[in-house]
């Protein structure tokens, strides 16, 4: 089960230093701000970005000598250090069959990474979960949040507001696929979304309430999905195009722009089908400033054209949820694509 994060200013600090038995899994940013605050000693203090499954274990050997009875392991920063806490509180239990107390403390809200329990981790580049941890607490600190680019914390919407083409994509499945279906599922993912568009004006700033929203909006889904049984109702077109580009340009992208870009090319295609209108999310973004333009992250148009030329092999060959890149509606031609790239340039 997910547990419900913790709010407050500095809270990150409060914790630590409370602490005398611990070790922290960070990012040079985050732990700047938080070492000079810091009155307590930690046994250890390491960086990690690589997400490398090799990588991780050789951390792992590295740093079990560390880990005796009553040890804490602190995770700060955005996805891979909160994922690489999470992979050697879960090593350390399976192997060395010792328990560790996990803190999680998001430096920065921009993935779920840090209210999920499975583990990404990579190997041979793709991303795998394995194993499970559950941290003793997650605590936001808005002050450290508050501190990391804000665009880097708008980007934050992601997997809450994926929602509002994954909508699209389970009716398509329901009436085409005979997927099965929860009306209330349905209903609760579609008010987590409004709940989030709800909190614009906040989540521009990038304010306390602000990340509260992001927050409860990630809160409040990954618990949705939990229930369900399975991503359906956060996850569908709008994420396998991504992961279908990902797949050519071999490129990682701020995943709340990549993922806004392709909600509104799902939703485009979903036509009748779609469950939110176009200009109400096109909207919403130009009201937070989400730099989903391909122009604003880096992608070029031929390798967007390339994906959707791509996508629909992919969804199949990967083998995911089906949605509307399944759908014998659709047929991207050359054509096709063109029409959407003009659409994405509209926009
Ligand atoms: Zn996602």
Request: with cysteine; net charge negative.
């Amino acid at each position: 089960m997910v547990k419900k994060p913790k709010f407050g200013s500095w809270i990150s600090i409060k914790k630590i230093n409370k602490l005398n038995n611990f070790g922290i899994i960070t990012v040079q940013e985050p732990w700047e701000i938080l070492e000079p605050k810091i009155t307590t000693t930690p046994k250890f203090v390491v960086y990690n970005n690589n997400m490398a499954l090799s990588h991780l274990e050789e951390l792992y050997k590295s740093l079990r000598k560390f880990i005796k009875k009553d040890f804490s392991l602190i995770g700060i920063g955005g996805g891979s250090p909160c994922d690489t806490a999470k992979y050697i509180a879960w090593k350390m239990a399976n192997e060395s069959k010792k328990k560790v107390d996990l803190f999680l403390m998001p430096s920065i809200i921009s993935v779920d990474a840090f209210l999920c329990s499975s583990i990404a981790v990579r190997v041979n580049g793709k991303v795998n979960y394995i194993g499970e941890s559950a941290p003793e607490e997650i605590l936001v600190d808005y002050e450290l949040i508050k501190k990391a680019p804000k665009f880097l914390n708008r980007a934050g919407v992601s997997d809450t507001i994926s929602i509002t083409s994954a909508l699209g994509d389970w009716k398509i499945a329901v009436k085409e696929n005979n997927d099965n279906f929860d009306q209330s599922v349905f209903n609760r993912a579609r008010e987590i979304a409004k709940d989030l568009m709800d909190a614009r004006t906040e989540i521009k700033k990038v304010s306390d309430k602000g990340i509260k929203s992001l927050v409860q909006g990630f809160y409040n889904e990954v618990k949705l999905c939990e229930e369900w049984g399975n991503a359906r109702p956060e996850e569908g077109s709008e994420h396998f195009l991504a992961y279908c580009l990902e797949s050519i340009t071999k490129k990682h992208y701020i995943h709340g722009n990549l993922i806004g870009l392709n909600i509104l090319i799902s939703l485009y295609l979903q036509e009748d089908n779609a469950v939110f209108p176009i200009d109400d999310i096109h909207q919403f973004f130009d009201d937070i400033n989400l730099n989903f333009k391909p122009e604003e992250q880096n992608i070029s148009y031929a390798s967007l054209q390339k994906a959707l030329l791509k996508v629909q092999d992919y969804v199949v060959s990967e083998d995911l949820f089906y949605s509307i890149y399944n759908s014998p509606q659709l047929i991207l031609s050359e054509e096709k694509v063109e029409e959407i790239i003009n659409f994405v340039k509209s926009l």
